[in-house]
């Protein structure tokens, strides 16, 4: 019977892993900019970033969720579909997530690097684009490995909203086969399978962007 | 504003929630630290058969989302005659969960500890028990308490899933609230807010601690 809901599993996987790559995707787009604004913007943006960052880090997942899909359709107007709710509360909680990796990388290319690229003629935007970011990026990856992890297991909060994820499928296969230890222990396998390798996947990209001699510790060696 | 009598009105249900989140972190933060602890100390210490289990079990909480884990101990368990309430279903999967996750920061604090300590200890006559305990563990805990404070964090936040095994907790209430008076945004922002003040309270306070405790370097 449980093994019959194989194929059910894998349609909810692949809904899954869209809900967690879209929402690292949104995340990303978001918390480049706002890793970047953390280090250099002007006061007034760096305390609306500040705000921005209270709120998605300090609410519950489950909570920015129903703000996004009961809340919103609460408004006049406006309809949001589960997916995009999802999407939506996990993008935007992952940007401020994203922000703070991407502050941090940045604060760990060394200040000496800036100056000298400046003194070399480069404006701001050419040192970041040129010299900052491309560092920043690789430090950032173990982080942002982690940050698949966290958000491709909250994705399991989107049955919640109704979206027929990996875990709405599982608690299908619960009611109608009565088997419901071995259908959430199923549904445990996939999670696992899709969490390591993802982190796999992102070992293997730091591997093949690796650049010898630049790590966490050689920053300093280099300088 | 024309919401706000109604949530006055809403504030003795809301704190009724608080009391149980409250309740449901009390027991699962320390408990949660104690089970990270014993699974960082097996993974570094333990033989090859424990020090594999612990690794073993620790990879696999942390590769599973924390719901499906709630949903093992509460729906799934009963299928093998193994019952539990809802409140010790939701602890004890806090428990284990974030246990896990500290067992992590535990790990990395000891093996940041040179060496050479250990060796010390043994040589001064202490047993091993007796060196983790009186040498290793006191510098461990300070070491890997940014971890574990960032790990009791999260736990605040994920006791909201303590409503989808049946608990009425801040969340429950919420939607309880929400779906009564149709009001959705103002009612989970509200909830939302009463989640960030617990969060920056328990964050200020695991600062204090972290002060307390740092040993100024010789």
């Given at each position: 019977m449980v093994w019959n809901a194989l194929p059910t599993f894998f349609r909810g996987a692949a809904v899954t892993l869209a809900l967690a790559v879209s929402s690292v995707a949104v995340g990303m787009l978001l918390g480049i900019p706002i890793g970047i604004g953390h280090v250099c913007a002007s006061r007034p943006v760096r305390t609306m970033l500040w705000s921005f960052d209270r709120v998605f880090r300090g609410f519950p997942a489950i909570v920015l969720l129903f703000l996004a899909f009961f809340g919103a359709s609460g408004l006049p107007g406006v309809r949001i579909p589960p997916f995009a709710a999802v999407v939506i509360a996990l993008g935007l909680r992952s940007a401020a997530y994203q922000g703070q990796i991407y502050r941090g990388a940045l604060a760990m290319v060394e200040r000496g690097q800036v100056e000298a690229a400046r003194a070399l003629g480069f404006s701001m935007p050419r040192t970041m684009w040129h010299v900052q970011l491309p560092q920043a990026a690789r430090f950032s990856l173990p982080s942002l490995s982690n940050e698949y992890s966290v958000v491709l297991k909250d994705t399991a909060l989107a049955f919640t909203v109704g979206v027929v994820d990996l875990m709405s499928r599982a608690k299908f296969l619960a009611m109608r086969s009565r088997e419901i230890l071995a259908a959430y222990l199923l549904v445990a396998v996939f999670y696992f399978v899709l969490t390591y390798a993802g982190i796999g996947l992102f070992r293997l990209v730091e591997r093949s962007v690796a650049i010898p001699?630049?790590?966490?510790?050689g920053t300093r060696r280099i300088g | 504003m024309t919401y706000l009598p109604a949530l006055i009105e809403s504030v003795p249900e809301l704190w009724k929630g608080l009391l149980l989140t409250l309740r449901l972190v009390a027991v699962s933060a320390p408990a949660g630290l104690a089970v990270g602890i014993v699974l960082g100390l097996t993974q570094v210490y333990g033989n090859l058969f424990f020090g594999g289990l612990a690794a073993g079990f620790q990879l696999t909480v942390r590769g599973v989302p924390l719901i499906v884990q709630l949903f093992i101990l509460y729906y799934g368990l009963p299928h093998v005659g193994i019952t539990m309430t809802p409140f010790v279903a939701a602890t004890l999967g806090f428990t284990l969960c974030s246990g896990a996750y500290h067992s992590q920061y535990i790990r990395g604090a000891i093996l940041s500890i040179p060496d050479g300590q250990m060796d010390a200890g043994r040589a001064m006559g202490m047993g091993l028990l007796q060196t983790v305990r009186s040498i290793i563990l006191p510098q461990v805990f300070r070491r890997a308490l940014p971890g574990c404070s960032n790990e009791i964090v999260y736990l605040i936040k994920y006791s909201s899933l303590a409503y989808l095994v049946t608990l009425v907790d801040l969340t429950g209430q919420g939607r309880l609230i929400a779906y009564e008076s149709f009001r959705f945004l103002e009612t989970f922002f509200v909830v939302g807010l009463v989640y960030l003040v617990l969060v920056t309270l328990a964050t200020s306070v695991l600062r204090a601690i972290e002060r307390r405790l740092h040993i100024p370097p010789a």
């Amino acid at each position: 019977m449980v093994w019959n809901a194989l194929p059910t599993f894998f349609r909810g996987a692949a809904v899954t892993l869209a809900l967690a790559v879209s929402s690292v995707a949104v995340g990303m787009l978001l918390g480049i900019p706002i890793g970047i604004g953390h280090v250099c913007a002007s006061r007034p943006v760096r305390t609306m970033l500040w705000s921005f960052d209270r709120v998605f880090r300090g609410f519950p997942a489950i909570v920015l969720l129903f703000l996004a899909f009961f809340g919103a359709s609460g408004l006049p107007g406006v309809r949001i579909p589960p997916f995009a709710a999802v999407v939506i509360a996990l993008g935007l909680r992952s940007a401020a997530y994203q922000g703070q990796i991407y502050r941090g990388a940045l604060a760990m290319v060394e200040r000496g690097q800036v100056e000298a690229a400046r003194a070399l003629g480069f404006s701001m935007p050419r040192t970041m684009w040129h010299v900052q970011l491309p560092q920043a990026a690789r430090f950032s990856l173990p982080s942002l490995s982690n940050e698949y992890s966290v958000v491709l297991k909250d994705t399991a909060l989107a049955f919640t909203v109704g979206v027929v994820d990996l875990m709405s499928r599982a608690k299908f296969l619960a009611m109608r086969s009565r088997e419901i230890l071995a259908a959430y222990l199923l549904v445990a396998v996939f999670y696992f399978v899709l969490t390591y390798a993802g982190i796999g996947l992102f070992r293997l990209v730091e591997r093949s962007v690796a650049i010898p001699g630049l790590g966490r510790h050689g920053t300093r060696r280099i300088g | 504003m024309t919401y706000l009598p109604a949530l006055i009105e809403s504030v003795p249900e809301l704190w009724k929630g608080l009391l149980l989140t409250l309740r449901l972190v009390a027991v699962s933060a320390p408990a949660g630290l104690a089970v990270g602890i014993v699974l960082g100390l097996t993974q570094v210490y333990g033989n090859l058969f424990f020090g594999g289990l612990a690794a073993g079990f620790q990879l696999t909480v942390r590769g599973v989302p924390l719901i499906v884990q709630l949903f093992i101990l509460y729906y799934g368990l009963p299928h093998v005659g193994i019952t539990m309430t809802p409140f010790v279903a939701a602890t004890l999967g806090f428990t284990l969960c974030s246990g896990a996750y500290h067992s992590q920061y535990i790990r990395g604090a000891i093996l940041s500890i040179p060496d050479g300590q250990m060796d010390a200890g043994r040589a001064m006559g202490m047993g091993l028990l007796q060196t983790v305990r009186s040498i290793i563990l006191p510098q461990v805990f300070r070491r890997a308490l940014p971890g574990c404070s960032n790990e009791i964090v999260y736990l605040i936040k994920y006791s909201s899933l303590a409503y989808l095994v049946t608990l009425v907790d801040l969340t429950g209430q919420g939607r309880l609230i929400a779906y009564e008076s149709f009001r959705f945004l103002e009612t989970f922002f509200v909830v939302g807010l009463v989640y960030l003040v617990l969060v920056t309270l328990a964050t200020s306070v695991l600062r204090a601690i972290e002060r307390r405790l740092h040993i100024p370097p010789a």
